[in-house]
């Protein structure tokens, strides 16, 4: 194997260890303290946004232009002490202008790797429905596998890896709806949502009295994120939990005003995010509201309609909303 493509097998195989409950959640409000010196008064997209990143999964923003979608990606990036890069992307936008490539090198003969964008922890796919959907399949495998495949070799991502993807609305000019092969390997989909009027005051305020565009933000150290996550991970998930998730991701499955409902991949997700939320909150075991966290967010972009449903004004938002509120909620030993 050629030098540089063992340096672009840089993910670490070294397991974080485990922080207590306790510690966990003090540094996740240190985390989230932070964050909101540079994205204002969104402490609660903040977390869902971090918890995403502590899940290991993939984050999709839809929202307005202007709301600070790419600050918070890059942010989140700095405050963990980790890589970001950021990919604008096109209608004219290649896939290897992502992935990378192999050139000749001139003066050796060999071909070298030129590593994309993708090379990164934090990778911002910043509109993302704006290219055609051939480049949009070629994050499919990085962000499924974390790796990608360029002239026949496998090269692992860095770790961690996360994608944060922005898309306008559908409904904007010059749009291509994600294939829902794609949608599906995003944990969450959020929105920033505009401020309130003493927050936007503020954004306005903090902009004019500092001379750069990006505030200068504390890093936390490169292993937290890896000790959180790994914090997650023994967090303990009673089975009545697990199958209070399973019947929520089940209910939207059986509405008849829905084409496609969400998989299996849903229950995990929400899952996933049980027990971050638990964490959050200092404990070691999750219960059905740390499900109910954030299951909208884990269901929206995971339910196709059918055509007729559409015609009749029937929106994703109140079918997932119904599904959720139809599940019982259990009672389990520890609330």
Request: proline share 4%; net charge neutral; with cysteine.
């Given at each position: 194997m050629k030098s540089d493509e063992r340096d672009a097998r840089i993910a670490s195989d070294t397991p974080a260890a485990a922080l207590p409950p306790d510690r966990a959640a003090a540094l996740f409000s240190a985390i989230l303290d932070e964050l909101e010196k540079a994205v204002i008064g969104k402490r609660s997209f903040l977390e869902k946004l971090l918890a995403a990143a502590v899940a290991e999964g993939h984050v999709l923003i839809e929202?307005?232009?202007?709301?600070?979608?790419?600050?918070a990606a890059r942010s989140m990036a700095q405050v963990l002490g980790h890589s970001f890069k950021r990919i604008q992307f096109t209608p004219d936008l290649l896939p290897s202008d992502i992935?990378?490539?192999?050139?000749?090198?001139?003066?050796?003969?060999?071909?070298?790797?030129?590593?994309?964008?993708?090379?990164?922890?934090?990778v911002l796919a910043d509109e993302i429905n704006r290219a055609p959907p051939k480049t949009?399949?070629?994050?499919?495998?990085?962000?499924?596998?974390?790796?990608?495949?360029?002239?026949g070799t496998t090269l692992r991502l860095p770790a961690p890896f996360m994608v944060v993807a922005t898309q306008n609305p559908i409904e904007y000019e010059g749009t291509f709806p994600l294939p829902e092969?794609?949608?599906?390997?995003?944990?969450?989909?959020?929105?920033?949502?505009?401020?309130?009027r003493e927050d936007e005051v503020e954004i306005a305020m903090r902009r004019f009295e500092r001379t750069e565009e990006n505030?200068?933000?504390?890093?936390?150290?490169?292993?937290?994120?890896?000790?959180?996550?790994?914090?997650?991970?023994?967090?303990?998930?009673?089975?009545?939990?697990a199958r209070y998730a399973a019947d929520i991701a089940r209910a939207?499955?059986?509405?008849?005003?829905?084409?496609?409902g969400?998989?299996?991949?849903?229950?995990?997700?929400?899952?996933?995010?049980?027990?971050?939320?638990?964490?959050?909150?200092?404990?070691?075991?999750?219960?059905?509201?740390?499900?109910?966290?954030?299951?909208?967010?884990?269901?929206?972009?995971?339910?196709i309609l059918r055509p007729d449903a559409w015609a009749i004004d029937a929106l994703v938002p109140e079918v997932v909303r119904s599904a959720i509120d139809s599940v019982r909620v259990p009672k389990t030993e520890r609330g």
């Open positions: 929202d307005k232009p202007g709301l600070a979608k790419t600050l992935t990378g490539a192999y050139v000749l090198d001139r003066n050796t003969g060999d071909l070298r790797l030129i590593q994309g964008p993708v090379f990164a922890n934090f949009q399949s070629a994050l499919l495998e990085a962000m499924e596998e974390r790796q990608t495949t360029l002239e092969a794609q949608l599906d390997r995003f944990l969450v989909k959020l929105e920033i949502g505009y401020p309130g505030p200068r933000l504390a890093a936390v150290g490169e292993n937290r994120l890896g000790e959180l996550t790994a914090a997650a991970a023994a967090v303990h998930v009673e089975r009545d939990v939207t499955r059986s509405s008849d005003r829905v084409a496609v969400a998989s299996p991949r849903a229950t995990l997700a929400l899952l996933k995010l049980a027990r971050v939320r638990a964490l959050m909150e200092g404990r070691s075991f999750a219960v059905p509201d740390d499900v109910k966290y954030c299951a909208f967010e884990v269901l929206i972009h995971r339910v």
